[in-house]
């Protein structure tokens, strides 16, 4: 007498729930990748093969009409070094980032580093890959 079960268990895999969770996290970083805008200023940048990996506190940008911002604030010339140092002045290791646009006169690179140098401030120039 042979007695069997009429109640099979069926070994089967949903993956409806892990396509679920792929899609929100696709959601996700498409979101959060377009939020992001490390330089909203339109600054045509010199190329460069070198990277660094040191991350600027601050940023100051030159643009093509010889405009300084601070991150994007709108600086005179001669208020960029008090505003800086208000920003940087208790910072360990204070790190500027300056994002010049490439046809701007030399000079005025110049005169953002020598603001760095005097207040001890490293520097990081922006570059867009080659």
Same mark, same amino acid.
């Given at each position: ?18 396509? @679920? !969770?792929? *899609? ?5 970083? &498409?979101?959060? #990748?377009? =939020?992001? /805008? ?26 093509? @009409? !010889?405009? *300084? ?5 709108? &600086?005179?010339? #001669?208020? =960029?070094? /008090? ?48």
């Amino acid at each position: 007498m042979a007695i069997k079960s009429r109640n099979k268990i069926e070994v089967s895999y949903s993956i409806a729930g892990m396509t @679920d !969770i792929v *899609f929100l996290l696709l959601i996700f970083f &498409v979101l959060t #990748s377009t =939020l992001i /805008a490390p330089n909203a200023l339109k600054v045509q940048l010199p190329q460069s093969n070198s990277q660094v990996a040191a991350k600027p506190l601050t940023t100051v940008s030159i643009t093509r @009409d !010889i405009q *300084f911002y601070v991150e994007k604030t709108l &600086v005179n010339p #001669s208020q =960029l070094e /008090a505003m800086l140092v208000n920003r940087l002045k208790y910072r360990e290791d204070p790190t500027l980032a300056i994002h010049i646009d490439r046809s701007v006169p030399v000079e005025h690179l110049v005169f953002v580093m020598n603001i760095a140098k005097r207040n001890n401030f490293k520097v990081i120039m922006a570059t867009s890959p080659e």
